[in-house]
């Protein structure tokens, strides 16, 4: 039975004494496994093998970014994670080649169409406001790396964008194209 087979991992790994570590999140962590441990009993009535097979399944479909009731507080998930979820706010970071799209896109014959995917599954996710956030350096494995904006914002209509620039930070070409779409409009 699923809560059997639960109970049984919490005890041979000795995961109760594991993150019982008298820090302030012990409690939560031991309460988390109780109610891991609780959640298999549910599956308990069906055959073991369904049982398990539905179990684990179901608890793989739940995650704490599905829980969007609580909106007051920041959500840092993954792109992979963010479909079908919206925000009010959404920020996407690190909007430079290399970055999104990811430098392995690059080998991949499909690959940019897959990040450029990406990419449109996060910016859909605002339900109000989008911020697009491109780093002129970025530490990459403590190498300082001077990037150029991701070619996706290139494919958004300017005139859709405001874009902000940061004192100290050199201008470059996509500044330069929202400087052109002001003038033409």
């Given at each position: 039975?699923?809560?059997?087979?639960?109970?049984?991992?919490?005890?041979?790994?000795?995961?109760?004494?594991?993150?019982?570590?008298?820090?302030?999140?012990?409690?939560?962590?031991?309460?988390?496994?109780?109610?891991l441990?609780?959640?298999?009993?549910?599956?308990?009535h069906?055959?073991?093998?369904?049982?398990?097979?539905?179990?684990?399944?179901?608890?793989?479909?739940?995650?704490?970014?599905?829980?969007?009731?609580?909106?007051?507080?920041?959500?840092?998930?993954?792109?992979?994670?963010?479909?079908?979820?919206?925000?009010?706010?959404?920020?996407?970071?690190?909007?430079?080649?290399?970055?999104l799209?990811?430098?392995?896109?690059?080998?991949?014959?499909?690959?940019?169409?897959?990040?450029?995917?990406?990419?449109?599954?996060g910016?859909?996710?605002?339900?109000?406001?989008?911020?697009?956030?491109?780093?002129?350096?970025?530490?990459?494995?403590?190498?300082?790396?001077?990037?150029?904006?991701?070619?996706?914002?290139?494919?958004?209509?300017?005139?859709?964008?405001?874009?902000?620039?940061?004192?100290?930070?050199?201008?470059?070409?996509?500044?330069?194209?929202?400087?052109?779409?002001?003038?033409?409009?």
């Amino acid at each position: 039975k699923p809560s059997e087979l639960v109970q049984m991992l919490l005890f041979r790994c000795n995961l109760f004494e594991h993150y019982d570590d008298g820090s302030t999140g012990a409690k939560n962590r031991i309460d988390n496994l109780t109610e891991l441990r609780d959640l298999a009993r549910d599956y308990d009535h069906l055959p073991p093998a369904k049982a398990l097979e539905r179990f684990l399944t179901d608890i793989a479909l739940t995650s704490d970014a599905d829980d969007t009731s609580r909106r007051e507080r920041v959500t840092l998930i993954t792109l992979h994670m963010a479909k079908g979820l919206e925000w009010p706010v959404v920020f996407l970071t690190g909007m430079e080649d290399k970055m999104l799209p990811h430098e392995r896109a690059f080998a991949d014959e499909n690959g940019l169409d897959e990040e450029r995917r990406l990419c449109y599954v996060g910016m859909t996710r605002a339900q109000r406001r989008l911020y697009l956030t491109v780093a002129n350096v970025r530490t990459i494995f403590a190498k300082a790396l001077a990037l150029s904006a991701s070619q996706f914002l290139y494919d958004v209509a300017p005139q859709s964008l405001r874009l902000e620039e940061i004192d100290g930070h050199r201008s470059h070409t996509l500044a330069g194209r929202f400087r052109e779409a002001e003038q033409t409009a």
